[in-house]
């Protein structure tokens, strides 16, 4: 067992999860400040009013939509009165960032994910100026990261699309997203340079297909609304990466990608199929960004299905010749599926799918399945030759406090040691070019799923609960001392 030396061992966050500081030093709304808190059984809701008649109600975010419109016509998404929101504080970084990175300091990170709230630099999304108070907090972020010798990975778009974008474009199906953002990219980039070298462009891109509300700030669900979206990210992203190669070629730009392996329940050739179709729904999104072109089967699927993008010539040059420096990616389980009826599909061990008797899950029905991480840095390097870097895995449990302020996670050890056993068969066996790797939720944060703070993934423990009471105190659970003795060992005790 043996990691590069120059690997990169951290633990990843979100601004709209972690951040809190809500409307503080000038911040804008996000399309996430809208969202109430729910469970593993009842689904977070989006808050909305309708400007003429004062109505207000709130729809929930489900995964996928049948449905064009998910909220009422003529209603835009709003914070209402007597709602709670978990984002609005979250874990309170905003005013815990010092002690916080000096928890990541005394784990030995060498890395921190984290993102940027774009509505903190850009309150509506298309100011002319960018708030130099948010501009002026990143920059002590940054300083604090370098006092531990922490490399910055920063993702500009975290399910925080400012709201006025929604309500005044629609969101990200609107091709003046694409020049918002690039002056957003632009002015984060050059405020620092010499202090962020990683930037992610879009957290998990593909999510778009199913929560587009929370990836692209869309409130129209259409299938042509999202392609429109994820095709507007797309030359986004280029254009991002083409300023960097011409300006700043030391800065790396990443996609980051939500990915799981599809496993069949059976080994009829039919499921074999059903893998596959099920794979290209994500895969395709990578071929785009880091491959640099769109593959067949999506430009076929497209023309099933009567969508028809609003492009240029310009915006396929633009995706060639500026794809993604390296790909980034999720991995938290796989998902298996069939086309028989096999009377346990209730559940399934990720988000969709029937259970796989071969993997357990935890309380969320989350498969805890290290086989993963192997086989998705397989496929996703080899498929492009290109770096790539895990930068969310983790188990989500409900963590008991104990009266002596410390926690037993060892199942979350056990999780981890079995993940990082698989990357290394990855890098040692395989011959992968692995970057790195970030922790999920390395100090507790707001569940996106849920919005629940129950469903903790830290090494430190946060003093909060799922309406929001609690003294945000830090506490370091086991995990935390058995992560510093990985790193410190490059992985060899583990
Ligand atoms: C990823 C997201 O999908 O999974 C994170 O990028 C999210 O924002 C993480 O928190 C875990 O999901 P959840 O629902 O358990 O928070």
């Given at each position: ?33 809208t969202l ?32 064009d419109r ?27 960032f ?5 928890l990541?300091?005394?784990m030995?990170?060498k ?6 709230n ?12 960018p708030?130099?108070e ?18 910055p ?19 990200w ?23 962020v070298k ?6 998990e891109i ?27 990210q ?14 700043y ?5 990443g ?21 596959l ?16 072109h ?7 699927d497209?023309e ?50 029937v ?8 309380a ?22 290109k770096?790539?870097?895990i ?44 970057m ?29 609960d ?29």
């Amino acid at each position: 067992m043996s990691f590069p030396k120059e690997f990169l061992w951290g633990g990843a966050t979100a601004a709209n999860q972690y951040e809190g500081g809500y409307l503080e030093g000038g911040k804008g709304i996000n399309t996430s400040d809208t969202l109430t808190n729910g469970s593993h059984t009842v689904a977070r809701r989006v808050t909305w009013r309708n400007p003429q008649t004062n109505e207000t109600g709130s729809t929930p975010m489900v995964f996928t939509s049948a449905t064009d419109r998910f909220i009422p016509e003529g209603a835009i998404p709003a914070v209402l009165e007597n709602e709670y929101y978990p984002s609005h504080t979250a874990t309170d970084f905003y005013h815990h960032f010092k002690e916080d990175i000096a928890l990541m300091g005394e784990m030995g990170f060498k890395t921190f994910r984290m993102s940027m709230n774009w509505a903190r630099i850009f309150p509506n999304g298309d100011d002319e100026q960018p708030n130099e108070e948010g501009l002026k907090f990143y920059d002590e972020v940054f300083d604090e990261c370098k006092k531990y010798g922490i490399e910055p990975l920063v993702t500009l778009s975290h399910y925080e699309t400012p709201i006025g974008l929604t309500i005044k474009y629609g969101g990200w199906k609107d091709r003046r997203c694409i020049d918002f953002f690039e002056k957003y990219a632009k002015t984060v980039i050059e405020r620092y340079v010499g202090k962020v070298k990683y930037y992610l462009t879009f957290n998990e891109i593909n999510i778009m297909s199913m929560m587009p509300y929370m990836a692209g700030g869309l409130v129209d669900f259409s299938e042509q609304a999202k392609a429109q979206g994820a095709h507007n990210q797309f030359v986004a992203s280029a254009k991002v990466v083409k300023f960097c190669h011409e300006n700043y070629p030391d800065i790396k730009v990443g996609q980051m990608l939500a990915y799981g392996p599809v496993y069949t329940y059976t080994c009829d050739p039919a499921d074999q199929i059903l893998a596959l179709e099920r794979s290209q729904e994500t895969i395709w999104y990578a071929d785009v960004q880091t491959g640099g072109h769109y593959p067949e089967f999506k430009l076929k699927d497209y023309e099933r299905k009567g969508i028809q993008l609003e492009d240029c010539p310009e915006d396929y040059e633009l995706l060639e010749k500026y794809s993604a420096d390296f790909l980034s990616f999720s991995c938290y389980g796989s998902s298996t599926v069939t086309t028989h009826d096999v009377g346990n599909d209730s559940g399934g061990n990720f988000v969709m799918g029937v259970t796989n008797p071969y993997v357990k899950t935890n309380a969320w029905g989350w498969a805890t399945d290290p086989a993963c991480l192997r086989l998705a840095c397989n496929t996703l390097y080899y498929r492009y030759n290109k770096p790539i870097w895990i930068v969310e895995n983790g188990i989500g449990w409900s963590d008991v406090l104990e009266e002596d302020k410390t926690v037993h996670d060892d199942y979350r050890i056990d999780y981890l040691r079995q993940n990082i056993q698989s990357m290394d068969d990855a890098i040692n066996k395989d011959g992968v070019n692995l970057m790195g790797y970030t922790m999920w939720g390395c100090i507790d944060l707001v569940s996106a799923g849920t919005g629940e703070m129950r469903k903790r993934y830290g090494f430190v423990y946060v003093d909060r609960d799922d309406e929001g009471n609690g003294s945000l105190n830090r506490y370091k659970k086991d995990s935390f001392y058995w992560y510093k003795k990985v790193i410190e060992t490059q992985g060899e005790d583990l």
